[in-house]
């Protein structure tokens, strides 16, 4: 467990290093951004927080009109679940029986979903829920483009959802239809072809669910690169966004219709710089175990022309071509992640700060099991 | 913090998944392979603590003969030192005032050095040290071709020394001289020119630190790709391998002049199979949250054939050309990290068995500040 970094009132200057932070007033203005998009255009918001995996900010969501959120995990969840979010929907197939009967047991207090794609999980779910005396929300995830987990869109689908409908203890909740891979496709044609392409295969599936006696509810997916093409198709009755609050060095490669972003960059991690030996090189504390490096290098927020150019575990090295490395030493400087979520997953904290003065404290349910 | 993820007793079988497991067989070789080869060097040991992070495993270093442990972060060393480590090296600059106040408080209780490249230091270490009533022992970092922290060698190590030496609270300990970029050259030649290299640059330093009436009780170095050649040197007195109890993908890649691997991986994620949704395609649990990626994917060890190929937040997608991925959902497989160090980071805890046991839970001072 890390010690914590910051005493919520401190100055900002205080903060130990490296540390996540998150600049409130972005935070807020992206949260009420998609907010008022997703209910303008009458749809559900259910936020993914297997970005965050904080219960805190799982809340400030809901404040705002989400119906609930999305977790990764059986672990993350409980923590929502124990932090008070009522609705809870696991975007993952869970098919151990020991993380099964944990699913089951909090459905017993909370609405909690999970996905299927796999007739040979329906009689573990259903054992679970039901020796819980629960209900269990049982999505079929639809391979809708990704090529990750889900069904083949179409028959497969109809012929899954007719037998979650048919277990005992489960209650068969509608599709789930997330394209992940379309999410980081680069320009706005490339997205809306793929999300078309999701649309077809969304449809072809719940068209098999209704022809076998099923209503579909709820068809749910879509993420910050591509919501606006889930909304235009019509199909999606709701979106799990989750990587807006926050953005990434990542999502800022994707070129948006207007050339700009909508989403502001609010997450960083503050890191020290503790050796400056060389006119352009200066090494901050913050390495591979301050950032996930799956998405490239972070970027330096702060100062104009550094340049963060290699890591090693505890170390960042950053070009200074100016040559005047040695001002920056004992400075303390903003990093852009690279990659939101794993980077989140690396603290047991992030800082709330607002202006100069540390506001929040918030724990991050990190480096959960199942 | 994670749930623990197995009890001591209990099979290999009931551990839940994504957890980071260690094969305490191979451990305990790999630990006495080092212990004794150095011991016949006629050398000291002071294995880096920076890959485990884990007080019960440097422990079984120190019960091997090590002198004592290297670690990164103040925070680590507070962990090492809580845990009855003796003597610990932070092989890092500190430079915060916040973080020289707890390292000095540690020198109280334990014998803690720490590296400085900048005279800048001096004063601030001093200052935290005298406050504290305690002595550190401060090293010179010399830049003997990692090109990362360090004065140059030479004439600017010797003036620095001099400073420290003659710092109230501060003992000049020695010279750390570690070359970090040659420990994956891939060829034992490229290794040996680098450390040959090395070499020259340390007793460069060396000798301008006797020049100036020092003298210099330790060169302190090497790691687990280039220990053989600092030991061939004659200069080393203290070498900090911290990889060779684990091993990795990375690791593996190094070739060894006999082409075999001296130590065997004793270290693996362990994680479930939940998704087997083409013939060829399987989905385990354990993806970018799971392992560290800055050295590559991980690699699959008990499936023959079959390869982990692409990693999201909370999946890893195998590809098993055979096309029986259906067998394999709902198994437990093992795989080889891509690099030991930062994904430990990423666990509150590591599983020791032995056999089809579970022996030990250890925890890991994960994700420390300073």
Not at 45 to 61: E, G, N, Y
Not at 322 to 333: E, P, Q
Request: proline share 6%.
């Amino acid at each position: 467990m890390q010690r914590v970094p910051a005493r919520p009132g401190a100055p900002v200057d205080t903060i130990d290093t490296p540390a996540l932070v998150v600049d409130l007033d972005i935070l807020e203005a992206n949260l009420d951004a998609m907010a008022a998009t997703v209910r303008a255009a009458g749809l559900r918001l259910r936020p993914h927080a297997k970005s965050h995996k904080c219960p805190a900010i799982a809340a400030m969501q809901v404040a705002r009109g989400a119906v609930g959120v999305c977790c990764q995990k059986t672990d993350e969840a409980a923590a929502l679940v124990d932090a008070g979010i009522g609705d809870v929907l696991v975007t993952n197939e869970v098919v151990a029986p020991v993380k099964l009967a944990r699913l089951a047991e909090l459905a017993r207090r909370a609405r909690v979903g999970v996905l299927c794609d796999d007739a040979r999980a329906v009689p573990l779910l259903s054992g679970a829920s039901t020796a819980a005396g629960a209900t269990l929300d049982v999505y079929v995830e639809a391979d809708v483009g990704g090529h990750r987990c889900g069904v083949a869109p179409g028959e497969a689908v109809g012929e899954l959802a007719r037998a979650i409908a048919d277990a005992p203890g489960l209650r068969f909740a509608g599709l789930h239809c997330y394209q992940g891979a379309a999410q980081h496709l680069r320009t706005p044609p490339e997205r809306r072809a793929a999300i078309e392409a999701a649309t077809r295969a969304a449809v072809a599936s719940r068209d098999a669910c209704v022809a076998r006696g099923l209503r579909v509810d709820m068809i749910t997916g879509a993420g910050t690169g591509t919501f606006e093409h889930e909304i235009a198709s019509g199909v999606w009755t709701e979106l799990q966004p989750g990587s807006y609050p926050f953005m990434d060095v990542d999502y800022a490669r994707n070129v948006t219709a207007d050339g700009a972003q909508r989403f502001r960059q609010s997450l960083f991690v503050l890191a020290g710089v503790m050796s400056t030996p060389a006119p352009t090189r200066a090494i901050c504390d913050a390495g591979l175990k301050a950032f996930a490096f799956d998405s490239g290098l972070p970027q330096v927020a702060d100062r104009d022309g550094a340049a963060y150019v290699k890591a090693s575990d505890e170390h960042g090295v950053l070009d200074v071509p100016a040559g005047n490395a040695a001002s920056l030493w004992g400075a303390r400087i903003r990093l852009v992640p690279g990659h939101v979520d794993p980077t989140f997953n690396l603290y047991d904290f992030v800082v709330g700060y607002r202006g100069e003065r540390v506001e929040a404290v918030w724990p991050v349910a990190r480096g959960t099991l199942g």
